[in-house]
């Protein structure tokens, strides 16, 4: 049985830093694409960063490209996002998601079969 186990976030100012990180069990992650969505109040589920199988290629939003990293450990079968120069429009929900098999863009949540439970991550500005 898969699980996924977010933790990390939290409340921040504007301009600060968190990094949330995703424990799986039951899944190996270098074989697989993994991936960080959000969800805000009220606001569609978005694909925010992913990780490709080999590890070494990486996608995100727009919205988040030059202020957030997403890495894998291997060893510890953790994948891990990096937040710097977090905004207000930052705060939502953040969820970990694992490839499901199924064919489709990196950032879309129908490639996901497997989600954690989220974390919240809250920004004031």
């Known amino acids: 049985q898969v699980q996924l186990v977010e933790s990390g976030g939290g409340s921040v100012q504007a301009g600060g830093s968190l990094r949330l990180s995703c424990a799986a069990s039951?899944?190996?992650?270098?074989?697989?694409?993994m991936a960080w969505f959000r969800q805000a109040p009220g606001k569609e589920r978005e694909g925010v960063a992913a990780i490709y199988p080999d590890g070494g290629h990486t996608l995100y939003a727009d919205s988040v490209k030059g202020r957030f990293t997403i890495a894998q450990d291997n060893a510890k079968n953790t994948v891990y996002l990096q937040m710097n120069g977090l905004k207000a429009e930052d705060t939502a929900m953040y969820y970990c998601?694992?490839?499901?098999?199924?064919?489709?863009?990196?950032?879309?949540?129908?490639?996901?079969?497997?989600w954690g439970q989220g974390t919240q991550v809250t920004v004031s500005s």
């Open positions: 998601a694992a490839d499901g098999g199924r064919a489709g863009w990196p950032l879309g949540a129908y490639k996901y079969a497997y």
């Open positions: 039951g899944y190996t992650y270098s074989s697989n694409f």
